[in-house]
């Protein structure tokens, strides 16, 4: 008592002075009412009924390395359930090669500055933030964004600390170190949030404060109803059983019910990239029916690219896409970049342009290899009398399918249209399928036109779509979306979503956007995509799933075990539990909860597996 048990004495004391009691003033009652009537029983037993003065020491010392034992069970289990913070603590590269006064030199990766030139080769971790200078490489970011096939990386390109180098090696300016590194404020994040109080846990919190009175209260009336009432040895009956009730009905479990599944539930959301801000986010995500999806940047890649050529009946396709891409070689504008880029993405020669000229809402007017080229919308081939009848279905076409078709005309001839598009996705589709097999209303929010939306949408099987919403109205219109107790997930990327992301139920944040948005989201999507919204719905079901199942078993233990501690069965089977065996019961009631907790540990969703494999 005096080496072990001392904790629960403390810890009593404690609770007792802020007016409280709680799991230790149980323990310390029982194992101090025990120790006193043996010590009484064995220094002057005259004082009790022949028979009775019975000591037992072994209850006081059992109950207490019972207590102990399931709690460092518990400590082991607990280390097991928090192990996603470890894991993300260890990525960190422990040093770094920075250039300094023209040397390479390698240094802890805590000396590494702002600024500073790092030097990464291939199989290396990178030491921090940064973005490349000099040198190209696809990285393995999959340990922090969940994203399992390396990103190809080039000059002007960010770079992740702690993610590795798997081919090329390069250089890249530090541009966050220390605690503002991306794995720094990811394992931050993870911290508060695992901490954090869910709003289940702060009503099982108002439960157990009214709990260990109750049962204090119910431990005095069975000693008393002994006491009076009792066999012939009614003194010790009353004793061990009011002893039994205050250890059995310690409520450690329904405490740790649900914040051992929250730490599970946002520890492996963590391991896939997702970022769970706090309890309270992680509840709300389990009961949403409606998620609204932002379209560029979050269905779409957010920049656009080449998708179609269509040459004119004789012409070549490779020449229409060297005249057209050489023709936008010196235009700034993001569509002629994208035909530029897409045309020497299959390997065609794009060469400058003679003469350039852009004109604005048009297109462009250049001289390549001689001979004049045109490339814009209907009204550059009108002003310069291209005939483009031929065209116009194939134009028609395209549009319909959401994309941006130009016409290309080579010495005042029509010779073909190229088509640019913000393209989708490569698991959009799979994961609005998969939110919709969840039961979940899947809409999507967009500032473009009506018909470049309902492209989109049909093509990744949307039904519902909101355009032409402006970006002062998007919080609007979710906040329409949530009348008549719906809940609402909105999902973003730029600044002008974060108003609709903190209007919204659950606002989640694509990883890749802008940090206004990432601030003011409830969920982050480290890997920027749409799985992760799914995976995230999917891990805080389980997750209050889980603590429900850990809840019902804990109170269950404690209305089944109270009135049998009590005595209630020895009247007409003869059983009556001693405090030894209330202590493992106790024990193995903490020992339950955590276990169910890691089943967490091995949840599988549908979002990251062909087939739906949910064991938690």
């Not at 035909?339 to 020497?344: E, L």
């Not at 007017?365 to 009848?389: C, F, H």
């Not at 719906?486 to 944040?509: H, Q, Y």
């Amino acid at each position: 008592m005096a080496y072990s048990g001392r904790q629960f004495f403390t810890g009593g004391w404690a609770a007792f002075k802020h007016h409280s009691a709680d799991m230790n003033t149980l323990i310390a009652l029982g194992t101090s009412a025990a120790w006193i009537y043996s010590t009484v029983a064995l220094i002057i037993p005259s004082i009790f009924p022949e028979g009775t003065a019975t000591p037992f020491y072994d209850v006081t010392a059992v109950v207490i390395a019972l207590v102990v034992l399931g709690q460092a069970l518990e400590v082991r289990a607990k280390g097991q359930t928090s192990q996603a913070i470890r894991k993300l603590i260890d990525l960190q590269a422990k040093t770094a090669r920075v250039l300094r006064d023209g040397r390479e030199v390698e240094i802890p990766v805590e000396e590494v500055l702002v600024g500073d030139v790092v030097v990464v080769r291939p199989g290396d971790k990178i030491p921090v933030d940064g973005e490349i200078i000099d040198g190209r490489s696809a990285i393995d970011e999959s340990m922090v964004t969940g994203e399992s096939l390396p990103i190809d990386k080039a000059p002007g390109d960010e770079v992740i600390g702690a993610t590795v180098n798997t081919t090329g090696s390069f250089k890249f300016r530090a541009t966050k170190v220390g605690k503002d590194t991306a794995l720094a404020q990811i394992v931050k994040m993870v911290q508060d949030a695992m901490g954090s109080k869910a709003p289940i846990a702060r009503l099982v919190d108002q439960v157990s404060h009214y709990f260990v009175p109750t049962v204090m209260i119910i431990s005095i009336l069975t000693f008393l109803a002994w006491y009076n009432f009792g066999p012939s040895q009614a003194l010790a009956f009353a004793v061990v059983t009011a002893v039994t009730v205050l250890i059995i009905a310690c409520p450690c479990a329904v405490g740790m019910a649900v914040p051992m599944s929250l730490v599970a539930g946002v520890g492996k959301g963590a391991e896939h990239g997702v970022l769970i801000r706090n309890g309270e986010a992680l509840q709300t995500a389990s009961k949403l029916n409606v998620v609204v999806l932002d379209k560029t940047g979050t269905i779409t890649k957010g920049k656009p690219e080449l998708t179609d050529t269509v040459p004119a009946q004789g012409f070549d396709e490779t020449a229409l896409l060297r005249f057209a891409a050489s023709a936008d070689h010196l235009s700034e504008h993001p569509l002629a970049q994208a035909i530029v880029t897409g045309a020497r993405d299959r390997g065609i020669d794009v060469v400058e342009p003679d003469e350039f000229d852009a004109i604005p809402g048009h297109g462009v007017e250049a001289v390549v290899d001689g001979r004049q080229v045109l490339v814009g919308n209907i009204k550059l081939m009108r002003r310069y009398q291209v005939e483009t009848s031929r065209l116009e279905a194939d134009v028609k076409r395209l549009q319909s399918e959401g994309k941006t078709a130009m016409y290309v005309a080579v010495d005042g001839h029509a010779v073909g249209v190229v088509a640019v598009a913000d393209t989708i996705k490569e698991d959009s589709i799979q994961a609005i399928q998969v939110m919709k097999e969840m039961g979940l209303e899947v809409i999507m929010l967009t500032g473009d036109n009506e018909r470049t939306g309902k492209a989109i949408a049909r093509q990744v099987g949307i039904e519902r779509v909101l355009a032409e919403v402006l970006p002062e109205d998007k919080a609007k219109e979710v906040h329409m979306l949530k009348q008549g107790g719906r809940k609402v997930g909105m999902v973003g990327d730029g600044i002008n979503d974060a108003p609709a992301l903190v209007e919204a139920d659950v606002g989640f944040a694509i990883g890749t956007g802008t940090d206004v948005a990432i601030e003011a989201a409830d969920i982050t999507l480290m890997s920027g995509s749409l799985k992760g919204v799914a995976y995230a719905i999917e891990i805080s079901r389980a997750t209050m799933r889980n603590a429900k199942q850990s809840l019902v078993g804990a109170f269950g233990y404690n209305s089944l075990g109270i009135p049998i501690a009590a005595g209630i069965l020895y009247p007409f089977f003869g059983i009556l539990l001693s405090p030894i065996i209330a202590g493992a019961a106790m024990a193995a009631s903490s020992i339950t909860v955590v276990s169910n907790a890691n089943r967490l540990r091995f949840f599988k969703a549908k979002s990251f597996t062909d087939t739906a494999e949910v064991t938690a």
